[in-house]
Each structure stands twice: as C-alpha cells, then as structure tokens.
C-alpha cells in the first residue's frame, strides 16, 4: 500500500513563527503536491514537484515556499505564519508524468492554527 | 476559465436509498476526470476516474459515475447507501498535464 504521511496532525503557531510542515512518501512517486483544504473551497494547489529540485506553483503560493531535496520528501513552509494561513494542510503524491493523469495519494492532513 | 462545480454542498440520504452526486465542469476539451472521497480525520481515497473509452465507470465501494460530454457532467452515484458512506465527496479535474482542480465538496449524512 502507499503511504504518504504528514510530520504531525495538529500544529498549533503564533503570528509571525516559521513553520514547517513535512511531507513522506514511500512508494518511489515523482510528484508530490501541498494542497489546502478550507470548507467551502474544497482542494486549493499550492506548490507541487514533479522531480527533485523541482517546484512549480500551484494557484495559491502566495505565503509560502516548499523544498524537494530527496525523492521521498517534500516539505511546506510558512516563512513567517499569519492567522489566515489556519487551514487543513494535505500532502499528495503520485507516480509518472502528467501528474493530473495519476491517481493522487493523500495523507492524513495537517490542521494548522495560527494565533 | 477552466472550474469545477458541485452545485450541492449537503445531502441527507437514508441508509438503502441511492445515492447521486453532481460534478459539472467548464473546458473546452475532456479532461481527466476523478472522484475522491474523505472520512472524518482521513486523507483522501481514490473512488474511480475516466480517461477515456466506456463513459460509464466502475469504482470502489459499489460506486459508479457517468461522463457525459454533451453536459460536462461527471455524476457520482451508488444503488444502495450504506451508514459508513458517510464523508465528504470531491471531483477534481485534470484539466492540463499537470495540475488537478477539485470542487467544493459535497458531505453526505447518512440516516438510520
């Protein structure tokens, strides 16, 4: 079975802390994707990799960065919090080129609240 | 512009009653087409999706969806709903090679 897990469950910051939210698949998958989840607005893309060293913007990466350095890894970061970013935070991987074709595995999620 | 829809953000069904879901979507050619669903605390889960070929799809725990061009519609449905269908339910659209777009999501509460 995939497994992609997500470095904690709920995260609880302040305004103005660096956060990092991590990301592990085990299934050797080239994409991976962070995604934000706020009721009413479903799934919103906001960065994603398709390589080590790769990154492309997603339609809301304003606040963030990511950082792909291992195949297996890929990690979220808010560079300095703020009260909107509190959002449920899902990780995503999937196998091969064209990562829209591929079926997409999720993890658990992270809910982040920012104080 | 290229959107997802899910005009019902609610249903309530009855255990046994069936079950349809609605995804609509605005683009100018077939996209590549999913339905995920989420449970309470979990990720979510690969139900079924189309490419191409037979517009009547097959998926996991009894579900099936339907493509119809003429509509741009992707409908979600399942015969007979059982109490741990309970969740919430995503379309999500391919609409180029690398970036999929979700609806809103529907939840549905299952009745006793």
């Known amino acids: 079975d995939v497994k992609v897990t997500q470095s904690s469950r709920y995260l609880v910051k302040r305004t103005g802390e660096k956060v990092f939210l991590e990301c592990v698949q085990d299934m050797d998958h080239e994409n991976m994707f962070w995604y934000r989840q706020d009721p009413g607005l479903g799934l919103r893309l906001i960065y994603f990799?398709?390589?080590?060293?790769?990154?492309e913007k997603g339609d809301i990466p304003e606040g963030y960065s990511v950082s792909r350095e291992k195949k297996e890894r890929f990690s979220l970061i808010l560079e300095s919090a703020s009260t909107n970013q509190t959002s449920m935070y899902l990780c995503?991987?999937?196998?091969?080129?064209?990562?829209?074709?591929?079926?997409?595995?999720f993890g658990p999620g992270t809910r982040l609240l920012v104080l | 512009a290229q959107s997802v829809t899910q005009p019902d953000i609610h249903i309530t069904v009855s255990e046994g009653a069936s079950l349809e879901l609605r995804c609509n979507y605005s683009y100018g050619a077939t996209p590549y087409l999913f339905w995920y669903v989420q449970s309470p605390g979990q990720g979510l889960q690969l139900l079924l999706k189309y490419f191409s070929g037979d517009t009547l799809v097959q998926g996991i725990k009894g579900f099936e969806a339907e493509f119809k061009r003429s509509q741009s519609s992707f409908n979600l449905r399942k015969p007979s709903v059982h109490w741990s269908d309970a969740a919430e339910y995503f379309c999500a659209v391919g609409f180029n090679d690398y970036k999929l777009s979700f609806g809103a999501g529907t939840t549905v509460t299952v009745r006793a």
């Open positions: 990799s398709y390589d080590v060293k790769m990154k």
């Open positions: 995503a991987s999937s196998h091969g080129s064209g990562p829209a074709k591929e079926t997409q595995y």
